[in-house]
């Protein structure tokens, strides 16, 4: 009677709940319902996909949706210490001088069987040639459905690394690299190096459907992709022939409840096993039926400097708002202090990390100083953009706004902030028609280069993730002598270097390292939340209503 009142209480708290169920259930039996409730994972997440292939697209919240349900690398990481193990590739051989990375490939690997693909073969060596020489070929016509923008590799300067890929035999691949990169493996363990089927290429191009190839996605994973309601769910159904064990559920769905307190609402309905990015934790661990799961993430929050624009061209206009702002204040309001205050790119938990390393400190008076000195004696007004997501690194980007909005009124700036609907933000921000940004950068692996290039670098500044658009040629230069060499002394020395240009120029202003959250019912069991790479739900199983 209590658990009923309390439900009662908060989902009447969290008003504007709407109903997953129909949608869910819609053309079922009520007995059907009921089984199929049992045989589902519902998760509730914050926003909608840009696309089905993640070689496309670097959104986390499109990472989450499709990375690890649809598909499989050649190699992945150990969700428990990190490191590089076998996937489609059962293992690996890479030279003495580091230039040439041999794959050996399991035979018993079967793509996706849907209403519109029917496989005739299991996956080979054509099908890893396929999906990284679209990448890495502009005259591949699968290069041109996209316009040659995958975002990911451009950011780290595959085609730049890779020399060519060969078949050796249907299970052998060997990759040929101009120069030792340390970091390559991790890249093919990301989740954006997804291995894709050349026989459903071949059947699109055989009727000029290219495009459709990121659009109804065929891939290995542990689910097979059933339809798509545009800003609504996403339904996957088990792959029944997966290669791997997976969980017992029949299939998996996406709710897409953008509303925090609409996700909440309907976990505790019932109406949702998972939901993304929760809000009110304190709140929620008041419930027995309901748990709270984090892992500590490799990621940061920051306020980007869009520096090929007006004011914030002028580095004193970017040293004046870095001393204006109190980041402990966001810590404790945004984050409800379970987060890292941000020196760096680079979180602590990095092995790169330089505990040497500085920040602007939080300083008004010199902040107005800067500001008089960079020519705004009566002030000036900037906009600054808010992301309308939750994401890991920034459970709230509107407070968080909000309190910059006040620390920089309190030197001469007047902050108008400003939103968009997701996909729009994204689209305009990679356009440059911001002047500066909150946002933030979740790691797809371990190794430090992947908070430097995909942010910081001049490649990434014209592919549009490096938001600040600051291209340095010294410190592209020492990124690059960072991957040349396998020595952790030898790269951390140089990391080092690289953070000291940062902290110096301020392309952003690093705010924090936070947690990522997901709230579950009881009756699910596994952890889908990695450090890094998205959410992985063939790993959680759900207990049977009827056996609890």
């Known amino acids: 009677m209590k658990k009923t009142k309390q439900l009662f209480t908060l989902q009447r708290y969290f008003a504007g709940l709407v109903s997953a169920m129909t949608l869910l259930m819609a053309g079922c039996s009520n007995d059907e319902d009921v089984s199929l409730r049992e045989k589902s994972i519902i998760y509730c997440s914050e926003g909608s996909p840009e696309s089905f292939n993640p070689q496309t697209v670097t959104s986390g919240t499109t990472i989450d949706a499709i990375a690890n349900q649809l598909y499989n690398r050649l190699i992945t990481f150990n969700s428990e210490d990190n490191s590089i193990i076998p996937a489609i590739a059962k293992s690996w051989h890479v030279t003495r001088d580091g230039k040439k990375v041999t794959f050996y490939l399991r035979k018993d690997i079967r793509f996706h069987h849907t209403d519109y693909f029917t496989p005739t073969r299991n996956l080979n060596a054509d099908d890893v040639l396929f999906s990284f020489n679209r ?283 400003v939103s968009y609907e997701w996909v729009t933000f994204l689209r305009k921000l990679s356009r440059g028609e911001h002047q500066s940004v909150l946002l933030g950068w979740s790691a797809d692996h371990p190794d430090p280069d992947n908070f430097f290039s995909p942010l910081l670098s001049c490649a990434s500044a014209e592919t549009g993730s490096n938001r600040a658009f600051w291209c340095n040629q010294a410190f592209d230069e020492i990124l690059s002598e960072a991957l040349s060499t396998t020595n952790p002394n030898q790269r951390k020395a140089f990391y080092r270097q690289a953070m000291a240009i940062v902290k110096d120029e301020i392309p952003l202003l690093p705010i924090a390292h936070s947690k990522r959250y997901q709230a579950k019912a009881n009756y699910i069991t596994g952890k889908s939340l990695d450090a890094f790479g998205g959410v992985n739900l063939s790993r959680v199983n759900k207990q049977i209503v009827g056996e609890q």
């Open 135 to 417: 990448i890495l070929d502009p005259k591949n016509p699968y290069h041109q459905v996209v316009s040659g923008n995958f975002p990911y590799f451009q950011n780290v300067n595959f085609t730049g690394l890779v020399e060519n890929i060969e078949k050796i035999n249907d299970y052998t691949v060997r990759i040929s690299l101009n120069y030792p990169d340390a970091s390559f493996l991790a890249h093919l363990a990301s989740t954006y190096s997804v291995i894709l089927s050349k026989e459903y290429a071949d059947q699109l191009s055989r009727t000029g459907d290219e495009k459709l190839i990121d659009q109804l996605p065929i891939g290995t994973g542990p689910y097979k992709f059933k339809e798509y309601r545009t800003g609504s769910l996403i339904r996957y159904y088990q792959h029944e022939h997966y290669w791997q064990k997976t969980n017992n559920a029949t299939q998996v769905v996406f709710d897409i409840t953008t509303n925090n307190s609409g996700r909440l609402a309907k976990l505790l309905a019932g109406e949702c096993d998972i939901v993304a990015y929760p809000i009110a934790h304190k709140k929620i661990q008041e419930f027995p039926d309901v748990m709270l799961e984090s892992v500590t993430a490799l990621n940061v929050a920051y306020l980007g400097f869009n520096t090929a624009k007006p004011p914030f061209n002028d580095k004193k206009v970017r040293q004046a708002v870095a001393h204006a702002v109190n980041k402990q204040a966001i810590i404790d309001a945004v984050y409800f202090g379970r987060a890292e205050q941000a020196k760096s790119v680079l979180p602590q938990s990095s092995w790169a990390y330089d505990k040497t390393l500085t920040e602007h400190e939080y300083d008004p008076a010199l902040a107005r100083a800067l500001l008089i000195d960079a020519g705004y004696p009566d002030g000036l007004t900037i906009d600054v953009w808010a992301m309308p997501v939750q994401r890991a690194y920034n459970p709230d980007a509107l407070t968080m706004a909000k309190l910059i909005q006040s620390d920089l009124q309190q030197i001469g700036i007047t902050v108008n902030i």
